[in-house]
């Protein structure tokens, strides 16, 4: 098997027990209206209300779990974000959040693209999304040629996508928007952050296991 690289609290945490406080930190405090979406069971939802987010909004592709989260947000559509089109108008929003949803999609440029149009033009997106060239994946493809996908982590099996650094860079290139900001949650052993000393900080993005961005329109 390959080593799971995430907590239990971690499994919690992307299933929607727990709210994704990395990304809420990130929200601009005057942003009006803000979108979360898969929001799963709401708890980012909730904690987004707490802060004194008062409009804040969510798109969820399982019923069971949008009926959850309904009494966290102003409104819960329960919809495929591939496939229908978000009821909103241009430039609706002030901050749209992506928390470890892109890499689920079939099409994660075509949601960001569309999705374009419902963002202020002075907004931004935030986003987290794994590192496929984390180290942990690589040594057992590169030494034992095993790719084993597995219920959570960088190889969850309901991952269509994978990214690195640079094709994060040029997926948001593609769909029209400029990186503002990005976090590198780096996760590794006292022995890898030696080596990775030893070289000058050179095997740094083999040692991120999540990337953290915020993005604004360009153009």
């Not at 499994?11 to 209206?33: C, M, S």
Request: net charge positive; proline share 3%; hydrophobic share 40%.
């Amino acid at each position: 098997m390959v080593e799971m690289i995430i907590s239990h609290q971690e499994f919690n945490y992307f299933h929607g027990f727990f709210p994704r406080t990395d990304l809420i930190e990130l929200v601009p405090k005057g942003a009006r209206r803000i979108l979360d979406v898969g929001c799963g069971l709401g708890k980012t939802g909730q904690m987004l209300r707490e802060k004194g987010f008062e409009e804040v909004f969510a798109v969820e592709v399982n019923p069971h779990a949008a009926q959850q989260a309904k009494s966290y947000y102003r409104e819960v559509i329960i919809g495929d974000i591939e496939k229908d089109v978000l009821p909103f108008s241009r430039g609706f929003f002030d901050c749209i959040l992506y928390g470890d949803v892109l890499e689920h999609l079939v099409d994660p440029w075509k949601v960001l693209k569309n999705q374009r149009e419902i963002l202020k033009d002075d907004g931004i997106i935030i986003c987290s999304i794994p590192n496929i060239r984390y180290y942990k994946i690589l040594k057992p493809l590169i030494l034992k040629g095993r790719w084993e996908y597995v219920d959570l982590g960088v190889l969850d099996r309901t991952h269509l996508r994978f990214f690195t650094l640079k094709t994060i860079e040029n997926m948001f290139q593609e769909t029209g928007y400029e990186i503002k900001k990005l976090i590198k949650k780096k996760r590794c052993s006292k022995t890898m952050k030696f080596i990775n000393r030893l070289v000058f900080n050179g095997l740094v993005d083999f040692l991120v296991l999540q990337y953290r961005i915020i993005g604004v329109k360009s153009g």
